[in-house]
């Protein structure tokens, strides 16, 4: 009976372990776009990103750095494939959303704020205006951000406004494209298949500003990718912006 309690612990034991390593989110999917950097401190930036192959749980996104203040996200993502905007910053200390945006705290780089926005609509092919700016365009050293996102050339839509820590300018930033669903990719020694689902979009070149700093658009400067070997992937130049591409084995 013992040896058979013994045999029933460790086949339960086998089960959670699958599941965790199924349940684990994959590993080394994703694609990067880098611009090069004004040379000045900025306040505001502005891009389009344009989704042409969409599926479920993915990011196409800004991520940003301030000098005394924390780094940041803001895009568009797909999670249980329901069309979200994202505005996240770590260390924020409050935010502020209209109706229909939810923000929370999660603990992701030592704690953050999150808010998420319903996009109510498809975005695939569609020129989703993505906007990053200080909530007083006129004061470098306010603490709050704000997110906002327009369509198609449509209405700004307010997506919210996060405090960061400490009053700061962005200092650099770069776009990244990733899987965030379940699956294996890299396990620590190896790449275990299959692949991220089949995903692509177009990155635009973006436009900064600050209250001292006129609007000027930033230069491609590279791309990068951090896929498993043998995995299709891709961050290749397009025109003045970056196309990247994920997807199966």
């Not at 999670?79 to 502020?96: D, E, L, Q």
Request: with cysteine; net charge positive.
């Amino acid at each position: 009976m013992r040896k058979a309690l013994l045999l029933t612990l460790a086949l339960i034991c086998s089960l959670v372990m699958a599941a965790s390593a199924a349940g684990a989110q994959y590993q080394r999917g994703s694609a990067s776009a880098y611009w090069s950097m004004p040379g000045a401190f900025f306040t505001n930036w502005e891009q389009d990103i344009v989704v042409t192959n969409w599926n479920v749980d993915t990011f196409w996104n800004i991520q940003w750095t301030k000098i005394y203040g924390p780094t940041g996200y803001l895009g568009i993502q797909t999670p249980g494939g329901v069309n979200t905007y994202h505005f996240s910053m770590f260390g924020a200390t409050g935010f502020s959303a209209p109706s229909g945006t939810t923000c929370t705290h999660t603990t992701e780089g030592g704690g953050a704020f999150q808010c998420q926005t319903p996009v109510g609509t498809g975005i695939t092919n569609r020129h989703v205006r993505m906007k990053l700016i200080k909530s007083n365009r006129t004061d470098d050293t306010n603490r709050w951000w704000s997110a906002w996102a327009s369509i198609d050339g449509g209405a700004d839509r307010y997506l919210g406004q996060l405090q960061a820590p400490g009053q700061g300018w962005i200092q650099t930033a770069f776009n990244f494209h990733e899987y965030f669903g379940q699956g294996n990719g890299w396990n620590g020694s190896t790449c275990v298949g299959p692949g991220p689902p089949r995903s692509s979009a177009v990155f635009g070149a973006p436009t900064v500003s600050s209250p001292t700093m006129s609007p000027r658009t930033l230069a491609r400067s590279g791309t990068g990718l951090n896929t498993c070997p043998g995995a299709k992937g891709q961050a290749i130049p397009f025109y003045d912006g970056v196309f990247t591409n994920l997807g199966d084995y």
